[in-house]
């Protein structure tokens, strides 16, 4: 269980708070999502199973596209890149700059799980199961 910090609270005050019901979608698409989360090292380009990456596969990301190329060419990497960054930049207008840098501190420094974080983003918007 993640515990709403002293960050989070001063954070749920702030002009920057996103409207709660974007959390409880981003909660929702966690709970539901098919994908299996893998460690946030393997595939770092195209990682689709990190938490931001199963996000921004809601908004329609596809990470997975290129992973079966045996070879990826500068062109193709940067391009991606581009669109990596047009969805990070939809999924943070969406959720806000401070909610998408604490999902990935707390997916990639604290190892919490995909519900862990959904009940966090739902403690965020209010709500408490």
């Given at each position: 269980?993640?515990?709403?910090?002293?960050?989070?609270?001063?954070?749920?005050?702030?002009?920057?708070?996103?409207?709660?019901?974007?959390?409880?979608?981003?909660?929702?698409?966690?709970?539901?999502?098919?994908?299996?989360?893998?460690?946030?090292?393997?595939?770092?380009?195209?990682?689709?199973?990190?938490?931001?990456?199963?996000?921004?596969?809601?908004?329609?990301?596809?990470?997975?596209?290129?992973?079966n190329q045996v070879k990826?060419?500068?062109?193709?990497?940067?391009?991606?890149?581009?669109?990596?960054?047009?969805?990070?930049?939809?999924?943070?207008?969406?959720?806000?700059a401070y909610v998408f840098?604490?999902?990935?501190?707390?997916?990639?420094?604290?190892?919490?799980?995909?519900?862990?974080?959904?009940?966090?983003?739902?403690?965020?918007?209010?709500?408490?199961?």
């Amino acid at each position: 269980m993640i515990q709403l910090s002293e960050e989070d609270l001063k954070f749920k005050k702030s002009a920057e708070y996103p409207d709660s019901e974007n959390l409880i979608l981003a909660a929702i698409a966690l709970e539901t999502t098919e994908y299996v989360r893998e460690k946030y090292q393997q595939n770092l380009m195209y990682n689709q199973q990190s938490i931001i990456g199963i996000l921004m596969s809601i908004l329609g990301w596809n990470g997975k596209a290129k992973i079966n190329q045996v070879k990826v060419t500068e062109i193709d990497w940067l391009n991606n890149r581009v669109k990596i960054s047009q969805f990070e930049q939809r999924l943070t207008n969406m959720i806000s700059a401070y909610v998408f840098e604490r999902i990935i501190m707390l997916d990639r420094e604290q190892r919490r799980t995909a519900l862990e974080i959904a009940e966090w983003l739902r403690k965020m918007a209010g709500l408490e199961r």
